[in-house]
């Protein structure tokens, strides 16, 4: 069986198919069709289904749970084009940062991994969205914006709520498809409800819910905002009631720190070092695993020893999800 290595083919708008069961659905998540055997598709794996690859660490934002820990030069194109050449085979790469819509050829980064037929999403604070909106409109699988709800509790913990939805606006007038993502803390629980209806307004995919990693700015953060495993299950449950009484569309999916979770992302720095994350016992979460600008991540794949978790919580499996399209998916 073959996984998630072939082209895409299908609009980036409706599903794309990537093999052994697995597509990528409009609502902006992989779903896994329900005959398939995801201990057989781990095994046949030989890359990632979604990488997160940091086009810049340079960030006009300072969240206060900002896990970014040191500053580092941003990759050229040149070495952007290296290291996109040895991502071939994997389905969806996150143009991330830092805030990736702060380098100025963002659009140029853009065509360099949509050309190639690569699912391309962009997790962002969209406060330079204005910027790059109609340039990059079509070629985006999803813009992913963080926004932890209304305008006090955004400014308070991530930064200025008016810049974030200005940029927003920008995006949703050029056609971008939009999920939001939020980063829960015990003292923004009572903003969920809000959020998700912002999400709703927005005809957001997807709602994303994170609790935050202790690493960088969230070392800083008072314990009592980290809520434990019951308290997240109570939030979720209780979005989901809301969610049935307000008819509210996007679809939610929450993200805790459990052992099933870990090491589940692939990052790639703008050095192209590529990191299983996060490693709870790791040195700033990271746990190395090679190069991309040295080797294909093929190659990396093999050394990786999180691929359960990976295709787990990427196919819905590790995490809380509701309102998918399909019984099996995140
Ligand atoms: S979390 Fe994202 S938007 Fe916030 S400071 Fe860090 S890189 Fe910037």
């Not at 697995?22 to 995801?38: C, I, M, Q, R």
């Not at 993200?255 to 703008?270: A, F, L, Q």
């Amino acid at each position: 069986m073959t996984t998630m290595l072939g082209t895409p083919q299908m609009s980036r708008r409706s599903a794309v198919d990537l093999g052994g069961g697995v597509s990528f659905a409009a609502g902006h998540h992989f779903t896994l069709d329900p005959t398939a055997d995801l201990d057989q598709l781990v095994a046949d794996s030989t890359g990632p289904l979604s990488v997160i690859l940091q086009v810049t660490k340079r960030c006009n934002f300072d969240c206060s749970f900002c896990s970014e820990t040191l500053q580092l030069p941003d990759p050229t194109l040149g070495q952007l084009e290296r290291m996109r050449d040895h991502l071939k085979g994997v389905g969806r790469v996150f143009l991330s940062g830092g805030e990736p819509l702060l380098r100025e050829d963002f659009g140029d980064v853009v065509d360099m991994f949509a050309d190639e037929k690569f699912i391309v999403a962009v997790p962002t604070n969209a406060t330079k969205g204005l910027a790059h909106a109609r340039r990059i409109a079509g070629k985006v699988a999803f813009m992913n914006v963080g926004l932890e709800g209304p305008r006090a509790t955004t400014t308070r913990v991530r930064g200025d709520y008016d810049q974030v939805m200005a940029g927003v606006r920008a995006l949703k007038d050029a056609g971008l498809p939009l999920s939001l993502s939020a980063v829960v803390y015990r003292s923004t629980l009572t903003a969920l409800p809000f959020t998700y209806q912002i999400a709703d307004l927005l005809e957001a995919g997807k709602l994303k819910l994170i609790l935050p990693l202790r690493k960088g700015n969230a070392l800083d953060l008072d314990e009592k905002e980290f809520i434990t495993e019951e308290e997240a299950a109570e939030a979720f449950g209780r979005l989901q009631e809301l969610r049935a009484v307000h008819d509210w569309t996007p679809a939610l999916r929450m993200t805790t720190w459990t052992p099933h979770n870990e090491g589940h992302m692939i990052c790639v720095e703008p050095t192209g070092a590529v990191n299983a994350w996060p490693v709870y016992d790791a040195k700033d979460l990271f746990e190395p695993l090679g190069n991309v600008l040295k080797e294909p991540i093929t190659e990396i794949w093999k050394r990786y020893r999180f691929k359960a978790n990976h295709f787990a919580k990427y196919l819905g499996r590790s995490i809380r999800t509701t309102g998918h399209t399909e019984a099996v998916s995140a």
